[in-house]
T-cell receptor
């Protein structure tokens, strides 16, 4: 149980285009989903906290107009990187949680912007 | 926010030995602390959670301790196996419910 999927696993896009990443909890309903990005050999950096039906809460320094988060249901959250630039290239990971304090992570999405 | 320190140098250990990893933090003591395993190119996998009123927690070959006086958690892998090779992250409850701050992780390499 507690499986979280992400799609796509890898994406290459051209500078200036937008990319959507989906995060789904497959066998449970997630009260909260989190979006992280991770650089090589660095810690996970929390970008935003997403609750179903409400606006996402962004961490300081994260541009909400650049990283659009939509939490449409208790099993789906999407992150859209708008007008992507090469510096947005990173590993993006979502996690989902219920009330148990455990976070269940997706497998991650490798974004490369050329 | 916290400053979380995990040893950045890889821990190389022989199969069968015990691997011990440290997680030190600088500010407030969190209500609970977690340990995760992360394999290259994959998302972290939850291993153990320990609360501030618990000194020790065990799960199979894993053991975690939590010392709020020292502001430190130790993570032990006993009878280590090559399959235990991965990066291990500690995560501390941040300032809001369910929100965590992660350390950079320590890589463990278990050789046969």
């Amino acid at each position: 149980g507690a499986v979280v999927s992400q799609h796509p696993s890898r994406v290459i896009c051209k500078s200036g285009t937008s990319v959507k990443i989906e995060c789904r909890s497959l066998d449970f309903q997630a009260t909260t989903m989190f979006w992280y990005r991770q650089f090589p050999k660095k810690s996970l950096m929390l970008m935003a906290t997403s609750n179903e039906g409400s606006k996402a809460t962004y961490e300081q320094g994260v541009e909400k107009d650049k990283f659009l988060i939509n939490h449409a249901s208790l099993t789906l959250s999407t992150l859209t990187v708008t007008s992507a630039h090469p510096e947005d290239s990173s590993f993006y990971i979502c996690s989902a949680t219920t009330d148990s304090y455990e976070q269940y992570f997706g497998p991650g999405t490798r974004l490369t912007v050329t | 926010s916290q400053k979380i320190e995990q040893n950045s140098e890889a821990l190389n250990i022989q199969e069968g030995k015990t691997a011990t990893l440290t997680c030190n933090y600088t500010n407030y003591s969190p209500a609970y602390l977690q340990w995760y395993r992360q394999d290259p190119g994959r998302g972290p996998v939850f291993l153990l959670l320990i609360r501030e009123n618990e000194k020790e927690k065990r799960k199979e070959r894993l053991k975690v301790t939590f010392d709020t006086t020292l502001k430190q958690s130790l993570f032990h892998i006993t009878a280590s196996q090559p399959a235990d090779s991965a990066t291990y992250l500690c995560a501390l409850e941040a300032d809001s419910w369910g929100k965590f701050q992660f350390g950079a992780g320590t890589q463990v390499v278990v050789t046969p």
